[in-house]
């Protein structure tokens, strides 16, 4: 079964429905690229897929850990390079809710390097990661 369904909305402009959920997200071309940047572009969702995949795999582990890290965030910051145009560099920023000891801050660090979307992404993306610990 599909997992979504993109329409092009024209314009540069694009509406993906999660089949199994409903929900939507638009993307918009960025400015930099003839577009109105009025929405994440398409490789800002690939970046911003990374900090949020790491966050769930580290909110799995936290909570077989007995442990709750809500209210943490992330900042991602995308890098683009030309010819082609692509991701270079994908910086996150992990600022965690969570007053936790050495060891738990390990599992949970490592745990985020484990996400599904950091080993998908091609290894000549740099990808900087950092935490910052309540």
Not at 34 to 61: H, Q, R, W, Y
């Amino acid at each position: 079964m599909p997992t979504s369904k993109v329409t092009y909305l024209g314009d540069l402009r694009t509406s993906s429905i999660h089949l199994q959920s409903g929900s939507e997200i638009i993307t918009d071309a960025p400015t930099d690229n003839n577009g109105k940047g009025e929405a994440f572009s398409p490789t800002d969702t690939v970046a911003n897929g990374l900090a949020s995949c790491m966050f769930t795999v580290m909110g799995i582990k936290a909570n077989d850990l007995g442990v709750d890290f809500s209210g943490s965030t992330a900042e991602v910051t995308k890098i683009m390079a030309a010819e082609p145009r692509r991701i270079s560099e994908v910086h996150v920023n992990f600022n965690m809710n969570l007053a936790a000891d050495e060891k738990t801050k390990m599992i949970l660090e490592r745990t985020a390097m484990t996400c599904p979307v950091f080993y998908s992404l091609h290894p000549d993306i740099k990808k900087e990661i950092s935490f910052v610990w309540k």
